[in-house]
């Protein structure tokens, strides 16, 4: 089965940088999701999208920002990147926004900030 | 606002024992339990949810997670672990309050697990 697709797998940039983050979301998912893993954290949630329309925020630093397009892939974009961004971030995906709906997560970007 | 705390964060075992990852969240609404499973270098895989029900929930792999109320706790098992299952677990709730606009996650820290030969 179609999973959730990121990319890059792997991306490296230098301080005060930017990065561009890509996600396809599993095919009629409408609702797609980020968050950031730094280095032995648990995931934390950044912002999400339903149907191309912000839906949730939440702790993501104002050098970023997201969106939601009409095929319902979603990119990050990333600005003034600081050391303390490198981390993996995981793009998910599900059906709806009904709370205990199924999140299905990609196998994420790995950020690293030099 | 919700919160989940895994109370292990490692748990060496050897293989063919029993394991239980022990998870306690605090929320003030009706919540939905996950756990999810990473692996090396990989992404997060559902194991099992609990939405309602029965109380004692079957995932895969053979993990199982039993949702106690009372206690507010939603601990994982599994009768006999395999090297495979050498992996991070990380407990997750999603609740129905006015103050989450949509359905995401809170995760725990996380439980690293080992399984020793």
Redesign the interface.
């Known amino acids: 089965a179609a999973g959730?697709i990121q990319s890059p797998r792997h991306l490296i940039k230098e301080k005060r940088e930017t990065a561009t983050l890509k996600c396809y979301p599993i095919p009629r998912h409408d609702?797609v999701?980020w968050?950031q893993q730094g280095p032995g954290?648990?995931?934390?949630?950044l912002i999400?999208f339903?149907e191309k329309m912000q839906?949730?925020k939440?702790s993501i630093p104002d050098r970023f920002s997201a969106q939601q397009f009409s095929d319902y892939h979603s990119e990050l974009n990333m600005s003034s990147l600081e050391l303390g961004d490198s981390a993996l971030y995981?793009c998910?995906s599900?059906l709806g926004?009904?709370?205990?709906?199924?999140?299905?997560?990609?196998?994420?970007s790995w950020l690293t900030v030099v | 606002a919700q919160s989940v705390t895994q109370l292990d964060s490692q748990v060496p075992v050897f293989e063919e024992a029993p394991v239980e990852l022990r998870c306690n969240y605090s929320s003030s609404v009706s919540v939905y339990l996950f756990w999810y499973v990473q692996y090396p270098n990989q992404g997060l895989q559902l194991l099992l949810k609990y939405l309602s029900g029965s109380t004692l929930v079957k995932g895969i792999n053979g993990f199982e997670a039993e949702f106690n109320k009372s206690q507010t706790s939603f601990h994982l098992m599994k009768p006999s672990v395999h090297i495979s299952d050498t992996a991070e677990y990380f407990c997750a709730v999603s609740g129905d309050s006015i103050k989450d606009a949509c359905n995401k996650l809170t995760f725990g820290g996380g439980t690293r697990v080992l399984v020793k030969p």
């Open positions: 959730v609702t999701y968050y954290q648990d995931p934390q949630f999400s339903y839906s949730d939440g995981f998910a599900s926004v009904s709370f205990g709906n199924t999140i299905y997560f990609g196998e994420g």
